[in-house]
């Protein structure tokens, strides 16, 4: 049994996060993109499961953030395709042609990833030699798959992709699995997610998200102003209810 290859895809850092515009500055909101790529490229590559990752983009930094961890960089333009499923698709039959291991393709925005999640998620593809999908914490969303070159999905990132993917599995005759962890179910798009993830970052996880946002002003600026959208939100409903203190 060969180890698996993992597959991360990385959006242009620049334009990364936009839906924290409110809270994060430009340069702040590529850092926040930077810190939880490291962090995801920092348990892939130390996994002892973990054979290989590629980290495909075409963000000028890519390349020097991957030799930093010692895995390979493929451009978007490189593969010859263009939009995220393509391009998850034409990296995977690339990487799943060199053998039968099984393949993890996962976002890059998931900052408290675990060796433990990876562990989980292969031990379930594996026993059941399933396509496996790890949705967001909505249970709407897929933040990971995993399959082998005998169950390779259609991919559908994008809305309602955890349903839709099953349903493809379902549809093709395909053996499916959820596999549900707290490390892999938290991507950060809103602020709301980002709220989470400061509510979950301690000394041991997420080393270079918390390096960022742990004990920094940055953290504290974020903080106080999800707190004043709190206060916001709830004065707003109190509005549309008719309540009042």
């Not at 515009?21 to 348990?43: F, H, K, N, T």
């Not at 000028?60 to 995220?84: H, I, K, Q």
């Not at 990132?157 to 699995?177: I, K, N």
């Not at 102003?225 to 209810?241: F, I």
Request: hydrophobic residues 50%.
């Amino acid at each position: 049994m060969g180890c698996a290859q993992a597959l991360v895809p990385l959006k242009d850092l620049v334009l990364a996060k936009s839906r924290l515009a409110g809270l994060l500055r430009p340069s702040e909101r590529r850092a926040l993109a930077q810190a939880m790529a490291e962090d995801v490229l920092a348990v892939l590559s130390r996994h002892p499961e973990i054979a290989g990752v590629t980290l495909v983009s075409d963000d000028p930094g890519a390349a020097p953030l991957a030799a930093r961890y010692g895995v390979t960089c493929w451009s978007e333009r490189a593969l010859g395709c263009a939009g995220l499923n393509a391009v998850v698709g034409c990296a995977s039959a690339r990487l799943l042609a060199a053998g039968a291991a099984p393949l993890l393709v996962m976002h890059a925005d998931l900052p408290l990833l675990s060796a433990p999640d990876i562990s989980a998620v292969l031990a379930r593809q594996r026993a059941l030699d399933a396509l496996v999908v790890a949705p967001d914490h909505l249970g709407t969303g897929t933040n990971l798959l995993a399959f082998t070159r005998d169950t390779v999905p259609q991919f559908h990132f994008g809305a309602d992709s955890c349903r839709r993917h099953l349903a493809w599995a379902e549809r093709a005759g395909v053996r499916s699995a959820i596999v549900q962890r707290p490390g892999i179910a938290l991507d950060v798009d809103e602020p709301a997610d980002l709220a989470a993830l400061l509510a979950a970052l301690d000394g041991g996880t997420a080393a270079h998200t918390g390096a960022l946002l742990r004990d920094t002003a940055l953290g504290a600026r974020v903080e106080l102003a999800l707190a004043g959208r709190s206060q916001q939100d709830t004065a707003d409903n109190r509005v549309d209810t008719g309540t009042q203190d």
